[in-house]
Nanobody, 117 residues
Framework: QVQLVESGGGLVQAGGSLRLSCTAS????????VGWYRQVPGKQRDLVAR???????NYADSVKGRFTITRDNAKNMVYLQMNNLVPEDTAVYYC???????????WGQGTQVTVSS
């Protein structure tokens, strides 16, 4: 019933930037924590960044200092600003809400980010 929609991905050269957007149709993020995840073929989906209802954030070590997660509850949107991209950032990026780290909604289609060297 809840449909997660990610957008903003694309092809960018190393050192470039992208801003990803996430929204959930059929529900509100509200007090839920929301995270961005990424997955490459043959690997598990890993948490990249997470933001709580009161805007506490945490990041994977690989993206600290380069990515920034933000949220706008009034717009029911969560964003991921990605700067200084490197080829290792290439992946499909997904968003989802969680309670104490447990995913609560069905995954969306994600948005492809490709970083060329």
């Amino acid at each position: 019933q809840v449909q997660l929609v990610e957008s903003g991905g694309g092809l960018v050269q190393a050192g470039g930037s992208l801003r990803l957007s996430c929204t959930a149709s059929g529900s509100r993020f509200g007090i839920l924590a929301v995270g961005w995840y990424r997955q490459v073929p043959g690997k598990q989906r890993d948490l990249v960044a997470r933001i709580t209802w009161d805007k506490t954030t945490n990041y994977a070590d690989s993206v600290k200092g380069r990515f920034t997660i933000t949220r706008d509850n009034a717009k029911n949107m969560v964003y991921l600003q990605m700067n200084n991209l490197v080829p290792e950032d290439t992946a499909v990026y997904y968003c989802n809400a969680d309670r104490l780290g447990s995913i609560i909604w069905t995954w969306g289609q994600g948005t492809q980010v490709t970083v060329s060297s």
